[in-house]
């Protein structure tokens, strides 16, 4: 894969996992259901290791599969950073 700039794919340079950290299994939204729980799941799962705000948004798509996921990295990466 060649003419990709990691600027424009990497929403916050800086992020950084607590040095402990372990890969969570999360459920992975689709698009389906109610998109309000599952971030409250997300948000509420990283914060107990102590995962930072800026990390927390770098991994989100992560999280999502499908149809959500393309509408994810559909936006402008202004929008996906707010």
């Known amino acids: 894969m060649t003419g990709f ?4 794919l990497c929403l916050f ?5 607590p040095k402990k950290f372990k890969p969570i299994d999360f459920t992975k939204f689709d698009g389906i259901g109610d998109p309000k729980t599952h971030l409250t ?5 990283l914060s107990m290791w ?9 991994m989100f798509s992560q999280s ?17 950073q707010s």
């Open 50 to 58: 102590g995962v930072e705000k800026d990390a927390l948004a770098q």
């Open 13 to 17: 340079l800086n992020a950084k996992l």
């Open 64 to 80: 999502l599969v499908g149809h959500a996921l393309h509408s994810f990295t559909s936006l402008d990466q202004t929008r996906r």
């Open 41 to 45: 799941g997300y948000i509420g799962a």
């Open 5 to 8: 700039d990691i600027n424009e």
